[in-house]
């Protein structure tokens, strides 16, 4: 794992760009075309606004799988995550392809394998990624399911990350946000040729301090990104400020 930490966010959001954007050019190099996971939250505006500026990268030959998304919200729930990833991605450079999640499908389980199936033959490049208050990858809230090979599953959003999303403003009260949601597997992410990680300020300094210095658990969903061979995570002096062991001493 490389860990860069950067003074500001904007700085932490700009570094992972560079880095996304090089990765994707050397699979389209490489391959013909590019195949990428995209996360979203407030820890990703400055990353994905610094990559949708980059048009050096071939969009049309790229392909966008989505992370996760909350069961029961409409396609145009300004909460939603479709919403999001319309605004500040899919318009913005128009990937070649689209996989987005169907949150408010009638079955979840049945939305689960059609996701699934498009896999089929698929490998990812890189998937972007963050990590929440409670240490959760994707929407894995601990502890997470570190063992099931499905690529898609339906899970129980724990009160912290709900109250995360109440924090950062997507709903007015908590009783709004949902309770279930439709998240890519911890083993489906980690299957990824590169992960790009991007978690800046201070109300993510508790939990970056147990997933890169606690035991690798799934009380701690995101440590286990110690595991993957390529890994490029970016913290801000905020999210650093809890390490012992900061990368450069």
Same mark, same amino acid.
């Given at each position: 794992?490389?860990?860069?930490?950067?003074?500001t966010?904007?700085g932490?959001?700009?570094?992972?760009?560079?880095?996304a954007?090089?990765?994707?050019?050397?699979?389209?190099?490489?391959?013909?075309?590019?195949?990428f996971?995209?996360?979203?939250g407030?820890?990703?505006?400055?990353?994905?606004?610094?990559?949708t500026?980059?048009?050096s990268?071939d969009?049309g030959?790229?392909?966008m799988?989505?992370?996760?998304?909350?069961?029961?919200?409409?396609?145009d729930?300004?909460a939603?995550?479709?919403?999001?990833?319309?605004?500040r991605?899919?318009?913005?450079?128009?990937?070649?392809?689209?996989?987005?999640?169907?949150?408010?499908?009638?079955?979840?389980?049945?939305?689960?394998?059609?996701?699934s199936t498009?896999?089929?033959?698929k490998?990812?490049?890189?998937?972007?990624?963050g990590?929440?208050?409670?240490?959760h990858?994707?929407?894995?809230?601990?502890?997470?399911?570190?063992?099931?090979?499905e690529?898609?599953?339906?899970?129980?959003?724990?009160e912290?990350?709900?109250?995360?999303? #109440?924090g950062?403003?997507?709903?007015?009260? !908590? +009783?709004?946000? $949902? =309770? @279930?949601?439709?998240?890519?597997?911890?083993?489906?992410?980690?299957?990824?040729?590169?992960?790009?990680?991007?978690?800046p300020?201070?109300?993510?300094?508790?939990?970056?301090?147990?997933?890169?210095?606690?035991?690798?658990?799934?009380?701690?969903?995101?440590?286990?990104?110690?595991?993957?061979?390529?890994?490029?995570?970016? #913290?801000?002096?905020?999210s650093?400020?809890? !390490? +012992?062991?900061? $990368? =450069? @001493?």
């Amino acid at each position: 794992m490389e860990i860069q930490i950067l003074e500001t966010k904007k700085g932490c959001g700009v570094a992972a760009a560079d880095k996304a954007a090089e990765v994707l050019k050397e699979a389209i190099a490489a391959r013909g075309s590019a195949c990428f996971v995209s996360a979203t939250g407030e820890s990703q505006f400055e990353f994905l606004r610094a990559l949708t500026g980059k048009r050096s990268i071939d969009w049309g030959r790229t392909t966008m799988f989505h992370l996760d998304e909350y069961i029961g919200l409409p396609e145009d729930h300004p909460a939603g995550f479709r919403f999001y990833l319309r605004e500040r991605l899919i318009d913005p450079v128009k990937p070649g392809e689209v996989h987005l999640i169907r949150g408010d499908a009638d079955d979840p389980y049945a939305e689960c394998r059609r996701l699934s199936t498009l896999f089929s033959g698929k490998s990812i490049d890189v998937s972007f990624v963050g990590i929440g208050e409670n240490g959760h990858l994707a929407f894995n809230d601990p502890p997470a399911d570190f063992e099931t090979e499905e690529p898609y599953i339906v899970v129980e959003l724990d009160e912290a990350c709900r109250r995360q999303q #109440l924090g950062e403003g997507w709903f007015a009260s !908590l +009783e709004e946000v $949902p =309770g @279930r949601a439709i998240s890519m597997s911890i083993r489906q992410i980690m299957k990824s040729r590169t992960i790009i990680c991007t978690v800046p300020d201070k109300r993510k300094a508790e939990a970056m301090k147990h997933c890169l210095e606690g035991e690798i658990s799934a009380y701690h969903p995101a440590s286990i990104l110690r595991r993957h061979s390529s890994v490029f995570m970016y #913290l801000d002096r905020d999210s650093a400020s809890l !390490l +012992e062991n900061k $990368p =450069g @001493r």
